[in-house]
């Protein structure tokens, strides 16, 4: 037995059949379709330690909070809007947790010196995340500029084979010229 089944059959004995959760939460197929995925690739999340279901039923089948929908849509927007790599997801939605736990947490104390400790804690967190994107828009704007100058490289050469046809177009047919060898760039 696998890790992964193992930990499911753990779960899904440690599931109450009679928890509201287990029994009326959102099945696998429809947060799928909600999200525009396709349930393989929830399952291949959830192995990832990504996208987890909110509880298994005893029978095993994973079940999801209402919310899940918007979560997944989250991890899409990374993944797709941000270009970020699963890995990367992975511990930007694990920040994201540990932001939400640590709201509430602060919220639910007074003591200010806690308070001041989860703080510093957010502030920390936010900042890695930060760093994160900045890294991301550096890689980007790179690729970005590297595209730029072969779209100028492939335009000089239009201009440049757009005079040749003018040029050829206003004299009779000749023997080919020597190939350039900057012809065959694309």
Same mark, same amino acid.
């Given at each position: ?28 197929? =429809?947060?799928?379709?909600?999200? /525009? %995925? ?16 909110? %509880?298994?039923?005893?029978?095993? !089948? *994973? ?10 849509? *989250?991890?899409?927007?990374? *993944?797709? /809007?941000? /270009?970020?790599?699963? !890995? ?5 939605? !694990?920040? =994201?947790?540990?932001? /939400?736990?640590?709201?509430? !947490? ?14 510093? =804690? %957010? ?7 930060? #760093?994160?994107?900045?890294? #991301? ?18 335009? #000089?050469?239009?201009? =440049? ?26």
């Amino acid at each position: 037995m696998t890790t992964s089944a193992r930990s499911k059959a753990a779960r899904s004995a440690d599931a109450d059949p009679s928890d509201d959760a287990a029994t009326s939460g959102l099945r696998i197929g =429809e947060v799928a379709a909600r999200a /525009g %995925v396709s349930t393989r690739t929830l399952r291949y999340y959830e192995e990832r330690g990504i996208f987890q279901p909110t %509880v298994y039923t005893a029978g095993g !089948e *994973r079940r999801y909070d209402p919310s899940a929908a918007d979560q997944l849509r *989250r991890i899409l927007e990374l *993944r797709d /809007g941000l /270009g970020l790599a699963l !890995e990367e997801v992975r511990a930007f939605i !694990e920040s =994201e947790r540990r932001l /939400g736990a640590l709201k509430s !947490e602060f919220h639910g104390t007074a003591e200010p010196a806690l308070r001041r400790r989860l703080l510093e =804690e %957010v502030m920390g967190i936010r900042t890695d995340l930060v #760093k994160r994107i900045d890294a #991301k828009m550096e890689q980007l704007q790179s690729l970005r500029a590297e595209l730029e100058e072969n779209l100028q490289r492939n335009a #000089k050469r239009m201009e =440049e084979l757009e005079s040749e046809l003018r040029s050829s177009s206003a004299q009779p047919p000749t023997e080919p010229a020597q190939a350039d060898p900057r012809a065959q760039e694309p």
